[in-house]
């Protein structure tokens, strides 16, 4: 991971244990010809947690992006992400 993921994932540690799960439900499944998502809305669209997706920024799987201090999550690298999981 480039020192400059790995930054940016250090930075969102704080931003993922503060969110709470029922701020997470709230959340309205975004369209799907959106192509970008807020962290909140990649954790709808993959049915995961934040603590999971943050695990995915941080353990490099996951490529996010940002604009100041907003995370944004681009639809194809979510897709790409799920693709790679592992089957069950």
Same mark, same amino acid.
């Given at each position: 991971? #480039?020192? #400059?993921?790995?930054?940016? =994932?250090?930075?969102?540690?704080? %931003?993922? *244990?503060?969110?709470? &799960?029922?701020?997470?439900?709230?959340?309205? @499944?975004?369209?799907? %010809?959106?192509?970008?998502?807020?962290? @909140?809305?990649?954790? *709808?669209? =993959? #049915? &995961?947690?934040?603590?999971? $997706?943050?695990?995915?920024?941080?353990?490099?799987? $996951?490529?996010?992006? *940002? !604009? +100041?201090?907003? &995370?944004?999550?681009? *639809?194809? =690298? $979510?897709?790409?992400? @799920?693709? !790679?999981?592992?089957? +069950?």
């Amino acid at each position: 991971m #480039s020192s #400059s993921n790995f930054a940016a =994932a250090n930075d969102i540690v704080e %931003e993922f *244990r503060d969110t709470d &799960i029922e701020a997470l439900r709230d959340v309205p @499944l975004p369209p799907k %010809e959106k192509e970008t998502l807020t962290r @909140l809305e990649a954790c *709808r669209v =993959a #049915s &995961i947690g934040t603590t999971a $997706l943050y695990k995915a920024v941080k353990g490099g799987t $996951l490529k996010i992006k *940002r !604009n +100041g201090t907003k &995370i944004i999550v681009k *639809r194809s =690298a $979510l897709n790409d992400y @799920l693709h !790679n999981l592992p089957d +069950g």
